[in-house]
């Protein structure tokens, strides 16, 4: 799981995802399943295309191990050099983009709400979870997360 008192995703969280991006069932993800998602859960400012896909995941499909790999490998921040700290910031800003739905530079509690149900982590009746865990890390207290406040947040569950 992502956020708040949850910490990184779990195995039996990315098994889930795998298998709802495997579209084909073929145990494998294709960079096409990949992109989809990517483009149902993103805004235009996010996309890839399956050139810098390809290049990123250095294969043409992930299998659920391979998936696993790559996971962790872009989730698990290595601060050992200025590079990996830019390198990092990049990624949260990517990631930022992602759940920030309007792009006007906050993630509301429904713009992680819906992004969260479009993973498949969330039910119909999880608005109020999306609510605290906004406000546990809003640290102005304005009902929403900005980029700094959604930064600590990623690298507190993340460390």
């Known amino acids: 799981m992502l956020f708040g008192n949850m ?7 990315l ?15 294709s960079l096409e399943e990949m992109n989809s998602l990517l483009q ?18 250095q294969k043409k499909s992930l299998d659920f191990n391979e998936f696993l790999f790559f996971y962790n490998s872009i989730s698990k921040p290595n601060n050992d050099e200025d590079d990996d700290d830019e390198l990092l ?3 949260l800003a990517t990631t930022f983009k992602v759940f920030d739905l309007d792009g006007d530079g906050f993630i509301t509690s429904q713009e992680l709400e819906c992004v969260l149900k ?5 039910d119909e009746t999880s608005g ?14 304005d009902g929403r997360l900005d980029f700094q406040e959604f930064k600590n947040m990623m690298l507190l569950t993340t460390a």
Do not use: A, P, W
């Not at 910490?7 to 969280?13: A, C, E, F, G, P």
């Not at 479009?118 to 969330?122: P, R, S």
């Not at 109020?128 to 207290?141: A, E, G, V």
């Open 128 to 141: 109020k979870d999306c609510r605290s865990m906004i406000q546990f890390y809003d640290t102005n207290l």
């Open 118 to 122: 479009k993973l498949g982590f969330l």
């Open 89 to 91: 910031e990049k990624d």
């Open 7 to 13: 910490s990184v995703l779990s195995t039996t969280d």
């Open 15 to 29: 098994h889930r995802i795998f298998e709802k991006l495997d579209t084909n069932s073929d145990g494998f993800l």
């Open 40 to 57: 149902n859960i993103g805004n235009n400012n996010s996309q890839f295309t399956l050139h810098e896909l390809e290049s990123l995941v």
